[in-house]
């Protein structure tokens, strides 16, 4: 057909549009393009050559069956970004090999910021889409970097399945436990790979273990490698009973052999153990086993129903850099991961609260999310999870939030920064558009039903700057940090109160210094930044009782509201309000003005300004006036009330305490933990092995900063750490007072500059 259509454009001839919409039909209809393949391929190459026979174009899957939507997860520099970069290359998503930090002056894919490149890092999840044995799967490659976690977090709230890479030699790391608890709260299914078999000290055997004993999962190994480091030459693939090779100067051609005779006893063992562990949650397999009749097809459905159940995680090795193993993972996501029909999502209702399952279907009533936006220079772009309908270009849809109806214009299919304009998208999709205004964690609807789908988890900001810049670039810097909020969640702009100056707060040093970058380099905005400061928090110790009258008379009518009850140590949640009056001795319509007085308050702690969480007030006394209450009066007397009582609570200040995990050569394990002692660290615990430990501590925030100098001066450069927020913590008496002082200080020095 190809030969026949280059004969006809050779001479001259014009085609007909309804011809060429003729001709794309055939060759892109699911059912005519499988024929197409069979016979241009025969059976005994058809796996090696011809199952990336991707459709051209901007295809949209009609059946949920074929749909895979994936994270890509991972500690920082486990090779998550290389490995999407060879499922994009082997799906012939694009035609060339790219490396991280732009070591080819290119860079990776899905790395499409300049500060990625230069870094080596990912810091924004980007999306992509790939097809693969007939199935299109939605990519979503998320950070390493503990700072920018929350880009992991609305990825993993809209996926169906992930991927979580872990290396062969550092095994499970800090952030590998952080991405596998987000999984958990999800309840995404995943599979893990164990990437870089190739290095020196690879053993994904120990990794394997890892899985179990430090994240509580259930590894099955499906595969074997086939030698280790520089010997490391291709995988066994226990499911089917073979060897697999990957031949070919970037690893594009499959090679299927027996398994050789010197592996042949060791993968029988593997093996067994996996049919074994499969075995445990599939009856039928049990059967089969028992019977000697175990197909492929059978152990096949059986691992898929495990893991889709979160009973077992699928265990393939490989090397992303080396193009080994690539493909057979990308069969085993496939075949594993579950579909977006295969879970089920709930929905809250509008009208009662009450929990609804969706269907998923795209048949019923439209629901979905917004879970990222990108506020760039062309406008807003909106990336969103159809969870069940169809979604239209020209259509209208409702935000559950803010009860505005949007009009659908252009709907897009992303690849990194690559569009491809689509007509619609069913459920289970991932998909763009421009032209709403929303926020991410925003819910839409057709406007036919009342459901909201519940946010995603928004980790609070731990760390704090002061940004200024002359007057000319006000407009620049204030737009900028518009967007920045907008973006992302965890980046919070506000003004203290005392100085008027500008605050931004983050998740840490690394996740603000990319913003302050991005200033400068999108927005020209030269910026001047305060030392990082500490997310502190001040809270109660001890219950109290208050009660107080609010009365004042201007002349006219006055205001009065009393409000009686007390105070109470609250360690669920940062402030619960409630509301015990009998008898309407506080009329009803006043109840809300009480907790709006005591919310206010929460704002600035009595110690050293600080915001104030765990604490429950309970209102169960007061009075009121005929004529003189009001919403005001009420609001006032809750803030008197709450004056009164705060100094008999025995407030405390708490800090921000982080998970520090150091890894060194075992040499210099005295020097480093004293470096930690010396900054209030406290030792959790220490493993060593191949001639490096690693050692686990809890260290206060304030006292990480600069710790990288530190350590590596300590190390002779040979030691890295990394670090995640853990808790709140109450400081010390000597750290408490200096704070205090401090604190008093600025507030004198504040008063006197006003005077």
Not at 182 to 203: E, H, L, T, W
Not at 237 to 258: C, K, M, S, W
Not at 375 to 392: N, S
């Amino acid at each position: 057909m190809r030969a026949t259509m280059r004969v006809w454009v050779g001479r001259g001839q014009v085609f007909d549009k309804t011809i060429l919409y003729i001709l794309r039909e055939i060759l892109f209809r699911p059912s005519l393009r499988d024929k197409l393949v069979s016979a241009r391929c025969p059976r005994s190459r058809r796996r090696s050559a011809c199952r990336d026979f991707p459709p051209r174009g901007a295809v949209v899957i009609r059946d949920q069956r074929f749909i895979r939507n994936i994270g890509i997860s991972a500690h920082i520099d486990s090779g998550k970004t290389t490995l999407t970069e060879r499922i994009l290359f082997y799906t012939q998503r694009i035609h060339a090999i790219h490396e991280v930090k732009g070591k080819d002056s290119v860079g990776a894919t899905m790395d499409s910021m300049d500060l990625e490149r230069e870094r080596g890092i990912t810091i924004q999840s980007a999306a992509t889409h790939c097809f693969w044995q007939n199935h299109a799967i939605n990519i979503i490659d998320t950070p390493g970097h503990v700072d920018f976690t929350i880009e992991v977090e609305r990825a993993l709230r809209i996926l169906d399945g992930a991927v979580l890479v872990l290396c062969a030699v550092a095994g499970v790391q800090s952030q590998s436990v952080t991405v596998d608890r987000q999984m958990r709260r999800y309840g995404i299914p995943r599979v893990a790979f164990i990437n870089k078999c190739d290095r020196s000290g690879a053993n994904p055997l120990r990794v394997a273990n890892q899985l179990r004993d430090k994240l509580g999962l259930n590894p099955v190994l499906l595969q074997l490698p086939i030698g280790l480091e520089s010997h490391f030459e291709g995988v066994i693939d226990l499911v089917h009973e073979q060897a697999i090779y990957f031949d070919g100067p970037q690893g594009q051609t499959v090679r299927n052999e027996p398994i050789a005779e010197a592996f042949r006893a060791e993968a029988l063992r593997a093996r067994e153990a996996m049919l074994d562990a499969v075995s445990m949650f599939s009856d039928e397999l049990t059967e089969a086993m028992l019977e000697d009749r175990v197909t492929v097809e059978l152990l096949n459905q059986a691992i898929r129903k495990a893991t889709i159940a979160q009973q077992i995680t699928p265990v393939f090795v490989g090397s992303a850099y080396k193009n080994k193993g690539v493909q057979a993972l990308l069969d085993g996501i496939t075949s594993y991961l579950p579909a977006p029909g295969d879970r089920v999502h709930h929905a809250n209702s509008v009208d009662d609260g009450h929990e609804v399952p969706l269907t998923g279907s795209a048949q019923d009533p439209l629901v979905l999310m917004a879970f990222k936006v990108d506020d760039g220079r062309h406008g807003q772009l909106t990336y969103l999870r159809i969870f069940q309908g169809t979604l239209k270009r020209s259509s209208t849809i409702l935000n559950m939030r803010t009860q505005k109806k949007h009009r659908v214009g252009r709907l897009v299919r992303m690849h990194a920064e690559e569009m491809e304009d689509i007509d619609h998208a069913i459920a289970g999709d991932i998909v763009a558009m421009f032209g709403i205004d929303c926020a991410s964690s925003d819910t839409f609807t057709d406007g036919t039903v009342s459901l909201s789908l519940a946010s995603m988890h928004v980790p609070t900001p731990v760390i704090s700057l002061t940004v200024k810049t002359d007057t000319k670039n006000l407009a620049g810097l204030s737009k900028a940090l518009r967007r920045f909020g907008k973006e992302d969640p965890t980046f919070r702009v506000a003004s203290d109160p005392e100085t008027g100056e500008t605050v931004i707060s983050g998740m840490g040093e690394l996740h603000l210094e990319v913003y302050l970058e991005r200033m400068r380099r999108e927005y020209s905005v030269p910026v001047e930044v305060s030392p990082p400061r500490v997310a502190y928090r001040e809270t109660i110790t001890a219950a109290a009782v208050f009660d107080y009258t609010h009365k004042k008379q201007t002349g006219g009518a006055g205001q009065y509201g009393r409000v009686g009850g007390r105070t109470e140590v609250n360690t669920e949640e940062e402030f619960t309000f409630v509301d015990a009056t009998v008898g309407g001795v506080i009329p009803r319509e006043f109840i809300s003005s009480c907790e709006k007085g005591f919310r206010s308050c929460l704002n600035k702690g009595p110690l050293i300004g600080a915001p104030l969480v765990n604490v429950r007030v309970i209102v169960n006394d007061g009075a009121a006036h005929a004529v003189d209450s009001s919403d005001v009066a009420f609001q006032e007397a809750a803030r008197g009330a709450f004056r009164q009582v705060i100094g008999r609570c025995k407030p405390q200040i708490l800090e921000p305490v982080m998970k520090v995990v150091v890894e060194t050569p075992a040499e210099f394990q005295g020097n480093v933990v004293g470096t930690l002692l010396k900054r209030r660290g406290i030792i959790v615990g220490t493993t060593e092995e191949n001639g490096f430990v690693q050692i686990e501590a809890e260290v206060p925030l304030a006292e990480v900063f600069g710790y990288s100098t530190v350590l590596r001066s300590s190390s002779q450069g040979k030691g890295e750490f990394s670090m995640e927020f853990s808790r709140y913590c109450p400081v010390p008496a000597s750290t408490a007072e200096d704070l205090i002082r401090s604190y008093q200080e600025r507030q004198r020095n504040t008063k006197d500059g006003a005077s």
